[in-house]
């Protein structure tokens, strides 16, 4: 959409109200491309950072496989061509050849989320065929703090193993990475790290709230990511790096340098992707997880959520050239906060924003208080 802000801008001077452009805006590019699908909430790590603490919470539920097929019966029918199978841990399910199997029956692009732990060569070999597109986890640039993390020690060797044999039989492969304050500062690390595997793409993602941790990186620290990631983004191997998952654009200082270095709100549920719990509810995304009805079908469903989100921003948020990309950032209630332009994302800072301060709509408080510490 980068065509998006000079056009808006110049159809704004000319009169047009911003919510109305964008509102047309965030409608015509919530295009749902995927559905997730949780197929268990067992997982056999613990992970310190782990927004839903599967791994914690010991479950023990398998999505049920009539629900999963009538799952990609509406996907099918309605042209989604990409299912995604994630958990919990998909790969620690028995069964998880049969599900893997069904949805390539039917014409699917497969990705599979998994930590990589239980992804040994014998059975990424018997996987071959029915997964198209691997995104495996890596929460930390060093052993000892994977173990840390994951509370495991056999972690850190068992993702590499998998990553090795994934390069090796040629399989599409991302690595997700969780920028928590500690690996913002390892950023250079990773780099390091990830350099002599060029055929794996890294994807930094946004630090998600947890029920314990409602904040866990600052406005500073994303400033701090933005121009780690603009550094390396002038080397050829990494001149597409950006940080995924929704992160508002007035988090820096100038929201435009986001534009190129957030994915931003799109990428995340329910803009172009919805997700299935393995209970079988219908959710926005795997940390908004009120129960969806389906009924009216998916892309209907996709787009009236899309909507929704919209006009539930802030009037800030309507009224910022922005917003088709960014979406206000992360709208799950731990994330929201209570500010003088309204409830939004902890990390936003309107003040960011030219004529912000026309849509104050409670008092200004002499200092941000709603700002989380740096």
């Not at 109305?20 to 409608?27: E, K, P, S, W």
């Not at 790290?193 to 029920?211: F, G, K, M, V, Y």
């Not at 309507?318 to 950032?329: A, D, E, I, Q, S």
Request: charged share 25%; aromatic share 8%; hydrophobic share 35%.
């Amino acid at each position: 959409m980068s065509w998006w802000l000079p056009t808006t801008k110049a159809l704004n001077r000319l009169g047009v109200p911003y919510p109305y452009l964008n509102r047309i805006a965030c409608g015509s590019t919530s295009i749902l491309t995927e559905i997730k699908i949780e197929v268990t909430d067992r997982c056999n790590l613990a992970c310190t950072f782990c927004h839903q603490d599967f791994g914690a919470k010991g479950g023990t539920t398998t999505l049920d496989m009539d629900v999963f097929e009538r799952v990609l019966t509406v996907a099918k029918s309605e042209g989604i061509k990409v299912v995604r199978l994630t958990g919990g841990e998909p790969l620690v399910l028995k069964s998880i050849d049969v599900f893997l199997r069904r949805a390539k029956d039917l014409g699917f692009a497969v990705i599979v989320n998994t930590n990589g732990t239980a992804l040994p060569e014998k059975r990424l070999q018997a996987l071959k065929g029915l997964v198209d597109f691997v995104k495996i986890s890596l929460p930390a640039a060093d052993e000892e703090t994977m173990t840390r993390l994951t509370g495991n020690k056999t972690t850190w060797r068992r993702k590499w193993e998998a990553l090795e044999n994934l390069e090796k039989f040629g399989i599409r492969t991302d690595i997700l990475t969780v920028m928590t304050a500690e690996n913002i500062q390892q950023f250079d690390s990773f780099i390091r790290l990830l350099e002599p595997h060029p055929s794996i793409c890294w994807r930094p993602l946004r630090a998600e709230t947890q029920d314990g941790d409602r904040q866990p990186v600052s406005r500073d620290d994303i400033q701090r990511l933005a121009t780690k990631l603009s550094a390396a983004r002038s080397q050829e191997r990494w001149k597409y790096l950006s940080l995924g998952l929704a992160t508002p654009f007035c988090a820096l200082e100038n929201p435009s340098d986001a534009v190129e270095l957030f994915g931003g709100g799109r990428s995340c549920g329910p803009v172009e992707s919805l997700t299935v719990t393995c209970q079988g509810e219908l959710i926005r995304c795997y940390s908004r997880r009120d129960g969806i009805d389906m009924s009216k079908g998916l892309r209907k469903t996709n787009l009236e959520l899309s909507l929704q989100d919209f006009e539930q921003l802030p009037a800030v948020c309507r009224n910022c050239p922005f917003v088709p990309l960014c979406r206000g950032g992360c709208r799950c209630d731990w994330s929201l906060v209570e500010t003088p332009f309204g409830s939004m994302d902890y990390l936003a800072d309107p003040t960011h924003i030219d004529g912000a301060d026309a849509f104050v709509v409670g008092d200004r408080p002499s200092a941000p208080a709603y700002a989380p510490a740096a």
